[in-house]
C-alpha cells in the first residue's frame, strides 16, 4: 500500500498562484496513474482535477484545464500540482492518489490510499 502526503496548501487572494505536492513512499515511476482531486467546502464528492499516468500524459479536468498543471518528480518521488490564476471556487480540500489508469481514478471510492489532505483558500 502506498503512503501519500499532500502538502502547499493555504489562503490565498484570487488570481494568486499555490503549488502542491504529494509525497509517495515508493517510487512514482512504479505507479501507473496519479490523480489530484479537490472536495469542495461542505460537499461529499471528490472532484478529480488532474491526472498523470506514467507515460508522462496528462489530463485536466475543464474547471482547472489551462490554469493547473501536474507533474512528476521522479528524484524525490513527489507529484505537484502548480495552481495559477485561484479563484474562490478553487477553494477546497486538495487529495492525490494513486490507480492503475484512469477508470480507476474516476472510481474514487474505491480507492485506497487517501492522505489528510492539504486545505486551499482562495478569497476575493
Known amino acids: 500500500q502506498v503512503h501519500l502526503v499532500e502538502s502547499g496548501g493555504g489562503l490565498v487572494q484570487t488570481g494568486g498562484y499555490l503549488r502542491l505536492s504529494c509525497a509517495a513512499s515508493v517510487s512514482i515511476d512504479s505507479i501507473n496513474a496519479f490523480g489530484w482531486y479537490r472536495q469542495a467546502p461542505g460537499g461529499n464528492e471528490r472532484e478529480l482535477v488532474a491526472?498523470?499516468?506514467?507515460?508522462?500524459?496528462?489530463g485536466y479536468s475543464d474547471s482547472v484545464r489551462g490554469r493547473f498543471t501536474i507533474s512528476g518528480d521522479s528524484a524525490d518521488n513527489t507529484v505537484n500540482l502548480v495552481m495559477n490564476y485561484l479563484k474562490p471556487e478553487d477553494t477546497g480540500v486538495y487529495y492525490c492518489n494513486v490507480g492503475g489508469g484512469y477508470p480507476d481514478l474516476v472510481n474514487w471510492r474505491s480507492l485506497l490510499n487517501w492522505g489528510q489532505g492539504t486545505q486551499v483558500i482562495v478569497y476575493s
Open positions: 491526472t498523470l499516468s506514467n507515460d508522462g500524459h496528462t
